[in-house]
Protein backbone atom coordinates (compact mmCIF):
# COMPACT_ATOMS: atom_id res chain seq x y z
CA UNK A 1 0.00 0.00 0.00
CA UNK A 2 1.28 3.39 -0.76
CA UNK A 3 1.38 5.76 2.15
CA UNK A 4 -0.61 8.99 2.33
CA UNK A 5 1.77 11.94 1.28
CA UNK A 6 1.52 14.32 3.75
CA UNK A 7 2.77 17.91 2.84
CA UNK A 8 5.57 19.59 5.25
CA UNK A 9 3.60 21.71 6.90
CA UNK A 10 1.30 19.24 8.18
CA UNK A 11 1.69 16.41 10.59
CA UNK A 12 -0.92 13.30 10.55
CA UNK A 13 -1.19 11.85 14.23
CA UNK A 14 -3.69 9.85 16.08
CA UNK A 15 -5.96 10.90 19.07
CA UNK A 16 -7.86 8.57 21.41
CA UNK A 17 -10.98 10.88 21.22
CA UNK A 18 -11.26 11.35 17.37
CA UNK A 19 -8.71 8.81 15.54
CA UNK A 20 -6.62 10.23 13.19
CA UNK A 21 -5.97 14.25 12.31
CA UNK A 22 -3.98 16.99 10.96
CA UNK A 23 -2.06 19.87 12.75
CA UNK A 24 0.19 22.42 11.48
CA UNK A 25 3.76 22.60 12.10
CA UNK A 26 3.70 26.13 10.97
CA UNK A 27 1.74 29.15 12.24
CA UNK A 28 -1.04 30.11 10.19
CA UNK A 29 -1.90 33.71 9.33
CA UNK A 30 -6.17 34.30 9.20
CA UNK A 31 -7.18 33.70 5.22
CA UNK A 32 -4.29 31.78 4.65
CA UNK A 33 -4.93 28.69 2.50
CA UNK A 34 -3.89 25.90 5.15
CA UNK A 35 -3.90 22.67 2.44
CA UNK A 36 -5.52 21.93 -0.98
CA UNK A 37 -6.62 18.66 -2.06
CA UNK A 38 -8.07 16.71 -5.15
CA UNK A 39 -10.78 14.44 -4.75
CA UNK A 40 -10.48 10.99 -5.72
CA UNK A 41 -14.32 10.14 -5.84
CA UNK A 42 -17.34 11.91 -6.75
CA UNK A 43 -21.38 11.64 -7.08
CA UNK A 44 -23.49 14.13 -8.60
CA UNK A 45 -26.91 14.05 -7.41
CA UNK A 46 -28.51 12.84 -10.44
CA UNK A 47 -31.11 16.24 -9.93
CA UNK A 48 -27.91 18.55 -10.11
CA UNK A 49 -25.94 16.12 -12.95
CA UNK A 50 -27.21 18.43 -16.32
CA UNK A 51 -26.00 21.81 -14.25
CA UNK A 52 -22.71 20.65 -12.34
CA UNK A 53 -19.68 19.54 -14.55
CA UNK A 54 -18.75 16.21 -13.22
CA UNK A 55 -14.87 16.87 -13.45
CA UNK A 56 -14.31 20.36 -12.08
CA UNK A 57 -17.98 20.53 -10.55
CA UNK A 58 -18.56 23.99 -12.19
CA UNK A 59 -21.87 25.11 -11.56
CA UNK A 60 -23.92 26.59 -14.74
CA UNK A 61 -27.50 27.79 -14.38
CA UNK A 62 -30.08 25.96 -16.84
CA UNK A 63 -30.87 29.40 -18.11
CA UNK A 64 -27.07 30.10 -19.15
CA UNK A 65 -24.52 28.63 -22.11
CA UNK A 66 -25.79 24.54 -21.66
CA UNK A 67 -23.11 22.66 -20.34
CA UNK A 68 -21.90 19.58 -22.94
CA UNK A 69 -23.17 16.42 -22.14
CA UNK A 70 -21.38 13.68 -22.23
CA UNK A 71 -23.78 10.53 -22.97
CA UNK A 72 -27.01 8.96 -21.88
CA UNK A 73 -26.13 8.43 -18.24
CA UNK A 74 -26.62 11.86 -17.62
CA UNK A 75 -23.09 13.19 -16.87
CA UNK A 76 -22.80 16.67 -18.31
CA UNK A 77 -19.25 18.41 -18.23
CA UNK A 78 -18.54 22.10 -18.73
CA UNK A 79 -15.68 21.87 -21.78
CA UNK A 80 -14.49 19.41 -23.90
CA UNK A 81 -11.10 19.61 -21.88
CA UNK A 82 -12.95 18.25 -18.78
CA UNK A 83 -15.33 16.27 -20.89
CA UNK A 84 -11.66 14.93 -22.35
CA UNK A 85 -9.60 14.62 -18.96
CA UNK A 86 -12.47 13.13 -17.76
CA UNK A 87 -13.18 10.10 -20.47
CA UNK A 88 -11.14 7.08 -18.23
CA UNK A 89 -13.17 7.95 -15.60
CA UNK A 90 -16.58 8.12 -16.87
CA UNK A 91 -16.34 4.58 -18.89
CA UNK A 92 -16.04 3.20 -15.46
CA UNK A 93 -19.07 4.89 -13.84
CA UNK A 94 -21.33 5.13 -16.60
CA UNK A 95 -23.66 2.84 -16.62
CA UNK A 96 -24.02 1.94 -12.67
CA UNK A 97 -24.93 5.77 -11.20
CA UNK A 98 -28.63 5.16 -11.79
CA UNK A 99 -28.67 1.50 -9.97
CA UNK A 100 -31.16 0.98 -7.53
CA UNK A 101 -30.84 -0.79 -4.37
CA UNK A 102 -33.44 -3.88 -3.98
CA UNK A 103 -35.06 -3.96 -0.71
CA UNK A 104 -35.88 -0.18 -0.35
CA UNK A 105 -33.68 0.42 2.77
CA UNK A 106 -33.43 -1.43 6.10
CA UNK A 107 -36.24 0.90 7.88
CA UNK A 108 -39.17 -0.23 9.44
CA UNK A 109 -41.18 2.88 8.05
CA UNK A 110 -42.09 3.66 4.48
CA UNK A 111 -39.92 7.33 4.92
CA UNK A 112 -37.05 6.29 6.74
CA UNK A 113 -36.71 3.02 4.14
CA UNK A 114 -36.71 5.74 1.40
CA UNK A 115 -33.97 8.29 3.21
CA UNK A 116 -31.80 4.73 4.32
CA UNK A 117 -31.66 3.67 0.44
CA UNK A 118 -30.76 6.97 -1.08
CA UNK A 119 -28.26 7.13 1.43
CA UNK A 120 -27.00 3.79 0.17
CA UNK A 121 -26.91 4.62 -2.92
CA UNK A 122 -25.38 8.01 -2.69
CA UNK A 123 -22.12 5.98 -1.13
CA UNK A 124 -22.48 2.85 -3.83
CA UNK A 125 -22.04 5.58 -7.00
CA UNK A 126 -19.18 7.35 -4.34
CA UNK A 127 -17.33 3.81 -3.92
CA UNK A 128 -18.13 3.38 -7.86
CA UNK A 129 -16.58 6.61 -9.00
CA UNK A 130 -13.80 5.61 -6.50
CA UNK A 131 -13.09 1.85 -7.83
CA UNK A 132 -13.08 3.73 -11.44
CA UNK A 133 -10.26 6.07 -10.69
CA UNK A 134 -7.37 5.57 -12.36
CA UNK A 135 -4.79 6.69 -9.45
CA UNK A 136 -4.11 3.20 -7.47
CA UNK A 137 -7.09 1.82 -4.93
CA UNK A 138 -4.47 2.35 -2.24
CA UNK A 139 -5.63 5.75 -2.11
CA UNK A 140 -9.22 4.27 -0.77
CA UNK A 141 -7.60 1.90 1.52
CA UNK A 142 -5.93 4.98 3.27
CA UNK A 143 -9.00 5.81 4.63
CA UNK A 144 -9.95 2.07 5.85
CA UNK A 145 -8.59 2.45 9.22
CA UNK A 146 -10.17 0.56 11.98
CA UNK A 147 -8.09 2.47 14.59
CA UNK A 148 -10.23 5.96 13.84
CA UNK A 149 -13.05 4.57 15.10
CA UNK A 150 -12.82 6.10 18.29
CA UNK A 151 -14.75 5.65 21.90
CA UNK A 152 -17.04 9.37 20.37
CA UNK A 153 -18.19 7.20 17.29
CA UNK A 154 -20.97 4.67 18.55
CA UNK A 155 -23.08 5.60 15.53
CA UNK A 156 -19.98 4.59 12.98
CA UNK A 157 -19.32 1.37 14.79
CA UNK A 158 -23.47 0.78 14.64
CA UNK A 159 -23.23 0.95 10.77
CA UNK A 160 -19.94 -1.08 10.26
CA UNK A 161 -21.41 -4.20 12.04
CA UNK A 162 -24.87 -3.55 9.98
CA UNK A 163 -22.90 -2.97 6.76
CA UNK A 164 -20.54 -6.15 7.27
CA UNK A 165 -23.98 -8.34 6.70
CA UNK A 166 -25.03 -7.11 3.21
CA UNK A 167 -21.33 -7.44 1.99
CA UNK A 168 -22.60 -10.36 0.05
CA UNK A 169 -25.51 -8.19 -1.78
CA UNK A 170 -22.56 -5.05 -2.11
CA UNK A 171 -20.46 -7.85 -4.01
CA UNK A 172 -23.14 -8.09 -6.34
CA UNK A 173 -24.32 -4.79 -6.68
CA UNK A 174 -20.90 -3.21 -7.69
CA UNK A 175 -18.70 -4.34 -10.35
CA UNK A 176 -15.64 -3.15 -8.95
CA UNK A 177 -12.05 -4.90 -7.74
CA UNK A 178 -12.40 -4.77 -4.36
CA UNK A 179 -11.28 -7.68 -2.18
CA UNK A 180 -13.82 -9.83 -0.97
CA UNK A 181 -14.57 -8.96 3.06
CA UNK A 182 -13.88 -5.40 1.84
CA UNK A 183 -16.57 -4.76 0.57
CA UNK A 184 -18.79 -3.04 3.19
CA UNK A 185 -15.74 -1.50 4.78
CA UNK A 186 -15.10 0.36 1.80
CA UNK A 187 -18.67 1.87 1.71
CA UNK A 188 -18.75 3.32 5.64
CA UNK A 189 -15.07 4.42 4.60
CA UNK A 190 -16.63 6.98 1.38
CA UNK A 191 -19.72 7.59 3.68
CA UNK A 192 -17.70 8.81 7.11
CA UNK A 193 -15.11 10.95 4.52
CA UNK A 194 -17.58 12.59 2.17
CA UNK A 195 -17.80 16.02 1.72
CA UNK A 196 -20.84 18.07 0.46
CA UNK A 197 -20.99 19.48 -3.05
CA UNK A 198 -23.17 22.87 -2.96
CA UNK A 199 -24.38 24.56 -5.73
CA UNK A 200 -24.85 28.63 -5.95
CA UNK A 201 -27.82 28.83 -4.57
CA UNK A 202 -26.41 26.59 -1.54
CA UNK A 203 -28.09 23.87 -2.36
CA UNK A 204 -26.45 20.06 -1.63
CA UNK A 205 -25.27 18.75 -5.71
CA UNK A 206 -23.45 15.84 -4.71
CA UNK A 207 -20.51 14.13 -2.28
CA UNK A 208 -16.63 13.79 -2.58
CA UNK A 209 -14.04 11.99 -0.91
CA UNK A 210 -10.62 13.74 -1.00
CA UNK A 211 -7.64 11.59 0.71
CA UNK A 212 -5.78 14.62 3.04
CA UNK A 213 -8.85 16.54 3.96
CA UNK A 214 -10.75 12.90 5.04
CA UNK A 215 -8.07 13.51 7.83
CA UNK A 216 -9.19 16.34 9.18
CA UNK A 217 -11.56 16.47 12.56
CA UNK A 218 -14.62 18.10 13.44
CA UNK A 219 -15.22 21.49 15.37
CA UNK A 220 -18.36 23.48 15.61
CA UNK A 221 -15.70 25.94 16.85
CA UNK A 222 -13.67 25.67 13.78
CA UNK A 223 -10.29 26.99 12.90
CA UNK A 224 -10.78 26.50 9.38
CA UNK A 225 -13.69 26.56 6.75
CA UNK A 226 -13.41 24.04 4.16
CA UNK A 227 -14.14 25.45 0.25
CA UNK A 228 -14.47 23.37 -3.20
CA UNK A 229 -13.35 25.39 -5.89
CA UNK A 230 -12.69 24.31 -9.57
CA UNK A 231 -12.70 21.04 -8.35
CA UNK A 232 -10.24 21.27 -5.89
CA UNK A 233 -10.76 20.97 -2.18
CA UNK A 234 -9.28 23.73 -0.20
CA UNK A 235 -9.06 24.33 3.68
CA UNK A 236 -8.30 28.31 5.11
CA UNK A 237 -7.52 29.76 8.37
CA UNK A 238 -10.70 31.16 9.84
CA UNK A 239 -8.29 32.74 12.49
CA UNK A 240 -4.07 32.72 13.67
CA UNK A 241 -3.44 29.23 13.97
CA UNK A 242 -0.72 28.09 16.04
CA UNK A 243 1.97 25.51 14.88
CA UNK A 244 0.86 22.06 16.83
CA UNK A 245 -2.56 23.18 16.63
CA UNK A 246 -5.14 20.47 15.38
CA UNK A 247 -7.17 21.81 11.66
CA UNK A 248 -10.72 21.50 12.25
CA UNK A 249 -13.74 22.59 10.00
CA UNK A 250 -17.30 22.22 10.98
CA UNK A 251 -19.07 19.22 9.04
CA UNK A 252 -22.43 20.44 9.84
CA UNK A 253 -24.64 23.49 9.47
CA UNK A 254 -25.13 25.36 11.59
CA UNK A 255 -28.57 25.91 11.10
CA UNK A 256 -31.31 24.82 13.66
CA UNK A 257 -29.61 25.47 17.05
CA UNK A 258 -27.02 22.97 19.40
CA UNK A 259 -29.84 20.25 19.64
CA UNK A 260 -30.42 19.91 15.87
CA UNK A 261 -26.51 20.63 15.01
CA UNK A 262 -25.42 17.18 17.51
CA UNK A 263 -28.54 15.08 16.12
CA UNK A 264 -27.44 15.98 12.77
CA UNK A 265 -23.49 15.28 13.66
CA UNK A 266 -24.46 11.75 15.50
CA UNK A 267 -27.04 11.06 12.65
CA UNK A 268 -24.27 11.60 9.88
CA UNK A 269 -21.02 11.59 11.22
CA UNK A 270 -22.06 8.64 13.99
CA UNK A 271 -19.84 10.41 16.51
CA UNK A 272 -21.11 12.46 19.11
CA UNK A 273 -19.35 15.68 19.61
CA UNK A 274 -17.14 17.16 22.69
CA UNK A 275 -16.09 20.34 21.59
CA UNK A 276 -16.40 23.81 23.79
CA UNK A 277 -19.90 24.63 22.16
CA UNK A 278 -21.29 20.85 22.73
CA UNK A 279 -19.96 21.51 25.90
CA UNK A 280 -21.69 24.65 26.69
CA UNK A 281 -18.72 26.42 27.80
CA UNK A 282 -18.03 30.12 27.08
CA UNK A 283 -16.37 31.04 23.51
CA UNK A 284 -13.95 33.28 24.06
CA UNK A 285 -13.02 35.75 21.21
CA UNK A 286 -15.84 34.08 19.27
CA UNK A 287 -19.18 36.81 19.78
CA UNK A 288 -17.41 39.11 17.34
CA UNK A 289 -17.60 37.08 14.36
CA UNK A 290 -20.26 36.23 11.88
CA UNK A 291 -21.41 31.98 12.46
CA UNK A 292 -22.41 31.18 8.68
CA UNK A 293 -25.06 28.45 8.49
CA UNK A 294 -22.15 25.85 7.33
CA UNK A 295 -20.57 26.06 10.85
CA UNK A 296 -17.67 28.18 9.82
CA UNK A 297 -16.79 31.43 11.14
CA UNK A 298 -16.86 33.70 8.11
CA UNK A 299 -14.23 36.02 7.06
CA UNK A 300 -15.51 37.89 4.95
CA UNK A 301 -19.17 39.25 5.13
CA UNK A 302 -20.96 41.71 3.10
CA UNK A 303 -22.93 43.99 5.69
CA UNK A 304 -25.21 44.69 2.72
CA UNK A 305 -25.61 41.20 1.32
CA UNK A 306 -24.85 39.09 3.90
CA UNK A 307 -23.13 36.99 1.21
CA UNK A 308 -19.64 34.98 3.19
CA UNK A 309 -16.91 33.42 2.24
CA UNK A 310 -18.29 30.06 2.43
CA UNK A 311 -21.19 30.24 -0.01
CA UNK A 312 -20.29 33.16 -1.86
CA UNK A 313 -23.37 33.08 -4.00
CA UNK A 314 -25.88 32.49 -1.07
CA UNK A 315 -27.39 35.24 1.01
CA UNK A 316 -27.05 34.03 4.29
CA UNK A 317 -28.90 34.59 7.75
CA UNK A 318 -26.23 35.21 9.53
CA UNK A 319 -26.29 33.08 12.78
CA UNK A 320 -25.75 34.97 16.36
CA UNK A 321 -23.31 33.52 18.50
CA UNK A 322 -24.60 33.33 21.43
CA UNK A 323 -26.00 30.25 22.66
C1 LIG B 1 -13.53 12.61 7.86
S1 LIG B 1 -13.11 11.46 9.10
C2 LIG B 1 -11.86 12.34 9.99
C3 LIG B 1 -10.62 11.48 10.18
C4 LIG B 1 -10.81 10.37 11.17
N1 LIG B 1 -10.49 10.84 12.49
C5 LIG B 1 -9.94 9.17 10.79
O1 LIG B 1 -9.14 8.72 11.63
O2 LIG B 1 -10.11 8.62 9.72
C6 LIG B 1 -14.56 11.58 10.09
C7 LIG B 1 -14.59 10.68 11.30
O3 LIG B 1 -13.63 11.11 12.27
C8 LIG B 1 -14.16 11.03 13.60
N2 LIG B 1 -14.28 12.40 14.13
C9 LIG B 1 -14.13 13.56 13.45
N3 LIG B 1 -14.25 14.63 14.25
C10 LIG B 1 -14.52 14.16 15.48
C11 LIG B 1 -14.75 14.78 16.73
N4 LIG B 1 -14.76 16.10 16.89
N5 LIG B 1 -14.98 13.96 17.80
C12 LIG B 1 -14.98 12.59 17.66
N6 LIG B 1 -14.78 11.95 16.50
C13 LIG B 1 -14.54 12.71 15.41
C14 LIG B 1 -15.52 10.36 13.46
O4 LIG B 1 -15.31 8.97 13.61
C15 LIG B 1 -15.92 10.68 12.02
O5 LIG B 1 -16.84 9.76 11.48
Redesign the pocket.
Known sequence: MTTLVIPGNLELL??E?????LRLTTDARKGTVVLTDTPFCHVIHQKFRSTTCDLCYTFSETDGEPLLQACECGIHYCSEACQLKALPRHQGVCGFTNREIGGGGVGRKKKSANRNNKKLMTSVNLLLSAVSNPLPLATLYN?I?E????V??PG?KRRLEDSDKCEVALKQMMPCPLPAGSYAHALNTVH??AIGLYDAHGDESGFLVSPL???????CVPNCCQLVVDGTVTLTALRHIEAGEEL?YS?VSMEGGDRARMESILDT???????RRCRGEPQAGFDKEHVCVCGSICLQVDRTTSECVCHPAKVLPLLSKSR
Open positions: STHAGRTQDSSISSTKFNMAMVNHSSYWGFECNC
